[in-house]
């Protein structure tokens, strides 16, 4: 830790790295500024009621989570940056599946700048229809009590929210360290840290939980987060023998080089497709609820109470953690998306291809289509272990409070924790390539 700690200081000690490093700072300080700046309309008791109901266990607490509170606070950013992501991966999936978007990607920097342009375009569309699902279910759950007027003018500044943060991603990531979305995505998940720290001194305070549930979750929490680094860093090494080539009076060639294939190549985007899956039955359920339901369904002859506690059931055995059920599904879905994404982000063909053309072989495997045979096989195998490991730590965000004891400490397990521990690992190393570039070890040198 000393050593780490003297690194961290070298990096500090050169100016144009304390200078990014600051500027990253205060992009930070603008975005908790900012998430703080409350809308209009909003009936803030009936919304804590909301999110501490069935609501904010599920895809709302994920949403708020993401946008670091914003979204239980109602404010500017409420919708955050996740407009943004959804887009990008609609964008990443249509590269992949129209050839002209291929072939545009592949131009280079006018190409992909042409495809981030259409993305902000398909973001402003995705904000615009994410904010009036939001207010309208809020207005729905007697949360939000303002006039039409005032919802289009909510609905224009959560649209302009989620394009600031956008604008704030693309500074952090010109004149920063680090990628800028997923470090806003990093600074939303960790402000909620000091509140759930509070809260859990609290109950410790008054008695409700002891030291032992306190290191037990510890103990948990830092396993988690082994697991997750060396997940996150593993990869397997495939030797690749590139023959010799003669071209004049030169030789090229000869060496042999690895290619590295990593056990978790779809990052935290499986999960995410799977909460959106998995929460559809249970939110189709929670707005069932309401009284406007449950009256057109007792015209037909049948009992209130009855059709309240139908729908009361339905919603339990939809939410993964009150029904095992539910939790099978989900966990299910991350190990299909895990494949999906993978195959999908991942061109075993195209890699053969290249390697034939760069007179590139793996010893033992003929070049060609026994070359993507072995890499499909191979890949095959590890996103098995990455897709396993991504399904335990996204239902683990369930059962973690009730096996602790401690449910106010909302980072251990899911999603959350995932993204904190990739960024963190990736800003790392990014830190570490500036110091290198000065002939400094780095945080992650042996």
């Not at 697991?227 to 080539?245: E, L, M, S």
Request: net charge positive; glycine share 12%; proline share 3%.
């Amino acid at each position: 830790m000393k050593e780490r700690l003297a690194r961290l200081g070298q990096a500090l000690k050169l100016p144009d790295v304390r200078k990014r490093i600051i500027f990253v700072m205060v992009m930070f300080a603008i975005y908790v500024a900012c998430a703080h700046v409350p809308l209009p309309g909003i009936d803030k008791e009936q919304m804590e009621r909301l999110f501490r109901g069935s609501f904010g266990g599920g895809l709302g607490g994920l949403l708020d989570a993401f946008a670091g509170g914003s979204l239980r606070r109602f404010s500017i950013l409420a919708m955050g940056i996740m407009p943004y992501i959804n887009a990008s991966i609609i964008f990443q999936l249509l590269v992949m599946a129209i050839p002209s978007l291929e072939q545009l990607q592949r131009e280079g920097e006018w190409g992909q700048r042409k495809i981030r342009q259409w993305t902000k375009y398909l973001t402003v569309g995705l904000a615009a229809l994410q904010g009036f699902g939001m207010t309208g279910m809020f207005r729905q759950a007697e949360a939000f009590i303002g006039s039409n007027s005032v919802m289009m003018f909510d609905v224009v500044m959560m649209v302009a929210g989620t394009m600031f943060l956008m604008y704030l991603g693309d500074l952090i990531t010109e004149k920063g360290i680090g990628q800028g979305v997923s470090l806003i995505i990093f600074v939303g998940i960790m402000t909620r840290l000091p509140t759930d720290l509070a809260q859990t001194i609290t109950l410790w305070l008054g008695g409700e939980i002891g030291i032992g549930n306190i290191l037990f979750l510890l103990a948990i929490f830092g396993a988690t987060i082994y697991g997750i680094v060396k997940v996150q860093q593993a990869q397997r090494k495939i030797r690749v023998q590139y023959a010799k080539r003669v071209r004049g009076t030169r030789v090229y060639g000869g060496q042999s080089s690895f290619l590295p294939l990593r056990v978790n190549q779809a990052g935290v985007i499986p999960i995410i497709f799977a909460i959106a899956v998995a929460m559809f039955p249970r939110t189709i359920a929670i707005y069932l609820q309401s009284d406007t339901v449950v009256g057109t369904i007792t015209r037909l002859g049948i009992g209130e109470d009855s059709v309240r506690n139908a729908i009361s059931t339905l919603v339990e055995f939809t939410n993964p953690g009150s029904s095992y059920f539910a939790s099978l599904l989900y966990f299910v879905l991350v190990i299909i998306f895990t494949y999906f994404y993978t195959a999908v982000t991942f061109n075993p063909e195209e890699i053969a291809e290249n390697l034939q053309k760069n007179g590139g072989a793996i010893p033992g495997i003929r070049p060609g289509e026994q070359t993507r045979n072995y890499l499909d096989k191979i890949l095959y195998r590890i996103t098995l272990v990455g897709a396993l490991f991504l399904g335990t730590v996204a239902v683990m965000q369930y059962y973690v409070g009730d096996i602790t004891g401690v449910t106010t400490f909302t980072l251990v397990g899911g999603t959350s924790l995932l993204i904190v521990v990739g960024v963190a690992l990736d800003t790392m190393q990014q830190i570490e390539a500036q110091l290198l570039m000065r002939h400094y070890r780095g945080f992650l040198s042996a």
